[in-house]
């Protein structure tokens, strides 16, 4: 993963600097902006398009979940088909809604932008949209390919954030985040507006390559399998 940290107070700023320099590095790469993947043609030439999570899962799902909330949620989940469990609060709900009838469809190059806020525990509030936050992530192939953020520079709102996930994690759910004070403290001395880029190198280079596995992009060799000579001692 590629992170980039940035002293910037716009981060739509970040969504043109990603599709910019993932259009060049296609352009270094084949000449054209244009790349084979599989059974697809992925054109990385902006503008990519751009959804709102809301706005993706009406587009996919026919179904209009802003103002819903957790046991709504829940009945579409069962009308989707989609499997949930009793440690799953709001966020996860959406989550698993967007996984299991969106990602997967969307092949071109796409901005997914203003996430609910219950999905998002550390990025900041979005300035003119009430219930979201200022985050972004790149979808290509089906697969992220990015996340970013503007990030979360105030304490109160924070230290709130994570007494939300605690209570999360006391339903049972294993990704909720833990309350982390001296996170808190540091936000208290001052933190600068920022916002962070990651960038999933390993599948935006299994994508440039046309490659299936991302065992074939690691650039590290210890991370690869270590194969064997030695006979196996395992009873057959």
Not at 78 to 84: C, N, W
Not at 89 to 105: S, V
Request: negative net charge.
């Amino acid at each position: 993963m590629l992170e980039i940290y940035v002293a910037y107070k716009d981060y739509y700023w970040m969504m043109d600097f990603m599709e910019a320099m993932i259009e060049q590095v296609a352009i270094a790469l084949h000449g054209k902006t244009e790349v084979s993947v599989g059974e697809h043609v992925i054109n990385f030439a902006r503008p990519w398009k751009r959804f709102t999570m809301y706005e993706a899962i009406e587009h996919f799902t026919g179904i209009d979940i802003s103002e819903m909330d957790e046991a709504q949620l829940r009945q579409v989940c069962r009308k989707l088909d989609v499997p949930t469990d009793n440690t799953m609060g709001r966020a996860k709900l959406i989550d698993e809604i967007f996984g299991e009838k969106c990602e997967k469809k969307l092949i071109q190059p796409t901005f997914i932008t203003d996430y609910p806020v219950e999905m998002s525990p550390l990025a900041k509030k979005h300035r003119s949209k009430t219930g979201l936050v200022e985050r972004f992530e790149a979808i290509c192939n089906g697969k992220e390919i990015c996340n970013a953020f503007s990030e979360l520079n105030d304490p109160i709102d924070q230290r709130q954030r994570f007494e939300e996930q605690l209570e999360l994690g006391k339903r049972g759910d294993e990704e909720a985040m833990m309350l982390d004070e001296d996170f808190l403290r540091a936000l208290e001395y001052g933190m600068p507006p920022t916002a962070g880029l990651g960038i999933g190198i390993d599948r935006l280079t299994m994508i440039m390559t046309n490659q299936q596995s991302i065992q074939d992009v690691l650039l590290f060799p210890h991370m690869k399998p270590e194969h064997s000579n030695k006979p196996s001692t395992e009873p057959q």
